[in-house]
């Protein structure tokens, strides 16, 4: 794949103002944005400021760095249709194409013509470049590859069923996971079309291993954009929503690997915050059980987003009454305090409050009111009484202490109805034919 130099000529017409550069008024051969806003040619900001140790932008005075600069390749762009609409005779010359800006044109090209196969080896040489060197992450970034892969791939979802489709969508997916993080636009672009996030979750549930973390990466990617302000309106789940969660616990459940287990455990925790109904689809999905198995041998940062999910679940009825029927549950939730770290101390907290303080929701149903005191007394028997009263002892974040100080008064109620036993004793629990013990 070659560069794709360009050459225009004088211009007919006068360019667009936004066309030229502030410094010089010429139209600019490359075109560089600051974070002030202003963009500027390339060699004339250089030289701005590189002449008497400048570090200011030339419009706004702001404090700028020869670092802050990032290619404008929009503007280059229509700088260059603009010069091609108007050439005749030699007037610009713009910066030939790198290596990578060529991809993402002949990307862009291909998925314009519907011509899967130029777009699958376009990408196939994204995904080389990406893996041989973090550099070559940064210029794909640059040259806006991951906005380029995710318009191809919701692009060419709509045709799934052919071969020739599905390779192509296959090959953009392994360049798309290499180039993280998507910006915003990139994520609306493959997450606004219901058939694109259908693939990424057909791709999650029965491909091959590597393209199940490539997909559930993605995945995690929508989900966060989606469950924030800003994002909830431009990525529409709704069509794929029992989908997403059916895929996202099947995953965290079959352990396929480390940073697929953690990209779902991200995923849900952001799909269950928004409110009760979501944690509670999650929860019907079978999520609590799944997230406390994995948290007994689970690492730190595993053990981190894997309790953040179980909190958010936790929020809904369902959640907490599934908790609660659980034998593994509280034991292993008041072993991790202490165990893992201060987020995560605060985590269990705040999950062990949700199973034994009474909640008007729980009111309604006469088996929540047995179940949340039964969590009650699990929490006394290993140990959870003493390790809410070391923490309030040692100290702790105010908000920490608000949730221990909350839960020791719900739990104290119950002292002395109960023997305790040390938390870390779990020879009486079973997780299938495994005994726990310490």
Request: hydrophobic share 50%; aromatic share 2%.
């Amino acid at each position: 794949m070659s560069s794709l130099p360009f050459r225009a000529t004088p211009a007919k017409e006068e360019p667009p103002p936004e066309f030229l550069c502030p410094i010089t008024l010429d139209l600019m051969r490359d075109p560089v944005a600051a974070p002030t806003g202003i963009t500027y040619d390339r060699a004339a900001i250089g030289s701005w400021l590189l002449s008497g140790g400048q570090r200011t932008c030339p419009v706004t005075h702001a404090e700028l760095r020869a670092g802050d600069l990032v290619p404008n390749h929009t503007l280059r762009r229509l700088i260059q249709d603009w010069c091609a609409a108007n050439h005749s005779g030699g007037r610009v010359d713009p910066v030939p194409a790198t290596p990578e800006e060529a991809a993402v044109a002949e990307m862009e090209g291909a998925t314009r013509a519907g011509d899967a196969d130029r777009c699958a080896a376009a990408a196939r040489w994204v995904r080389r470049q990406a893996r041989l060197a973090e550099p070559n992450r940064g210029r794909l970034a640059s040259a806006g590859a991951a906005r380029a892969l995710a318009a191809a791939f919701a692009s060419f979802a709509d045709a799934a069923g052919a071969d020739a489709t599905s390779d192509v969508l296959d090959a953009v997916l392994a360049a798309l996971a290499l180039v993280m993080p998507m910006d915003e636009e990139s994520i609306v672009a493959v997450g606004s079309s219901s058939a694109s996030v259908a693939r990424l979750v057909a791709v999650a549930a029965n491909g091959s291993l590597h393209s199940r973390l490539q997909a559930v990466v993605v995945i995690r990617e929508i989900i966060s954009l989606s469950c924030h302000r800003y994002g909830a309106g431009a990525v529409d789940l709704s069509a794929n929503a029992d989908a997403i969660v059916q895929v996202l616990v099947k995953t965290i459940r079959d352990a396929i690997c480390p940073q697929a287990t953690r990209a779902c455990l991200v995923a849900a925790y952001h799909l269950a915050c928004p409110g009760e109904s979501a944690a509670a689809r999650l929860a019907a999905a079978g999520l609590v059980p799944v997230l406390v198995e994995l948290l007994v041998d689970a690492d730190r940062s595993t053990a981190e987003k894997a309790l953040a999910a179980l909190d958010a679940a936790l929020v809904s009825s369902d959640g907490r009454a599934r908790a609660r029927a659980d034998a593994l549950a509280v034991p292993v939730l008041v072993k991790k305090m202490f165990c893992v770290s201060d987020a995560a101390t605060e985590l269990v907290l705040s999950a062990l409050l949700r199973m034994c303080k009474k909640c008007p929701e729980d009111d309604m149903d006469g088996t929540a009111a047995a179940g949340r005191r039964l969590a009650i007394i699990e929490s006394l028997q290993v140990g959870a009484l003493q390790k809410v009263l070391l923490l309030l002892q040692a100290g702790c974040r105010e908000e920490t202490k608000e949730k221990a100080t909350e839960l020791l008064r719900v739990i104290v109620r119950y002292q002395g109805r109960v023997e305790c036993v040390d938390t870390m004793d779990f020879r009486g629990l079973k997780r299938g034919t495994t005994i726990l013990t310490t």
